[in-house]
């Protein structure tokens, strides 16, 4: 079974960048386990936010909102994804979490702070 | 900036039905905007219900159907549980490749 798991620093400092890999685990590859993979991120309290999604060929989508400080990656040979998010503040303070396709599989989501 | 309305909070009573929508600032909503829903209890990941308007995940209760009606996406409930008090969010694509959620309905059983 194909299980996704978040990794990166809980925290950041104001204006530096965010990284996150997600890495896909179980039966199959990054590849042959789905067509695209989406990053999603909450506030504590808020909404749902949906930054990005990557396609298998390379192909990426991006929220407008983040108004090009997000970069979505894929690494086939480490079987995993990755996000990166520049110039942050205490608003990308959030969980984030990583979903394959349809949203049928989640990483348990990685808290970030955004903090001096 | 492209904006997904949901209502803020509704209220169904044990047993009865109740509908969810999601509506679209750019108009109706189609197929074509594979409206996602999903379920999230307070201190929980959100759990995915809905995918491409209609479709249930295996996990999904067939208590719960996503719809197209009247130009919004729709999730109807019938015959609610006290274990489906939750929030809901859906989620649309944009030009098949944006996506947007709306701000979440807080569904209360009572």
């Known amino acids: 079974q194909v299980q996704l798991q978040e990794s990166g620093p809980g925290l950041v400092k104001p204006s530096q960048t965010l990284s996150l890999s997600c890495t896909v685990y179980?039966?199959?590859?990054?590849?042959?386990?789905?067509?695209?993979w989406t990053w999603i991120r909450q506030p504590a309290g808020k909404g749902l936010e949906w930054i990005g999604r990557i396609y298998n060929a390379g192909i990426v989508y991006y929220n407008p909102s983040l108004k090009s400080r997000a970069t979505l990656s894929m690494d086939m040979a480490q079987n995993r994804f990755s996000l990166n998010l520049t110039s942050v503040t205490a608003a990308d303070t959030a969980v984030y979490y990583c979903?394959?396709?349809?949203?049928?599989?989640w990483g348990q989501g990685t808290l970030v702070a955004v903090s001096s | 900036q492209t904006v997904v309305t949901q209502e803020p909070s509704l209220t169904v009573s044990p047993g009865g039905t109740v509908t969810l929508t999601c509506a679209s600032s750019?108009?109706?909503?189609?197929?074509?905007?594979?409206a996602n829903w999903f379920q999230q209890i307070p201190g929980q990941a959100p759990r995915p219900l809905i995918y491409?308007?209609?479709n249930r995940h295996i996990w999904t209760p067939d208590r719960f159907a996503g719809s197209l009606v009247g130009g919004k996406a729709a999730l109807t409930l019938s015959g609610a549980q006290s274990e489906d008090e939750a929030d809901y969010y859906c989620l649309l694509y944009f030009a098949s490749s944006q996506g947007v959620f709306g701000g979440g309905t807080k569904l209360t059983v009572l």
């Open positions: 491409s308007t209609s």
């Open positions: 979903a394959s396709g349809d949203f049928d599989i």
């Open positions: 179980g039966r199959g590859s990054l590849s042959s386990s789905s067509y695209y």
């Open positions: 750019t108009g109706a909503v189609t197929s074509h905007y594979y």
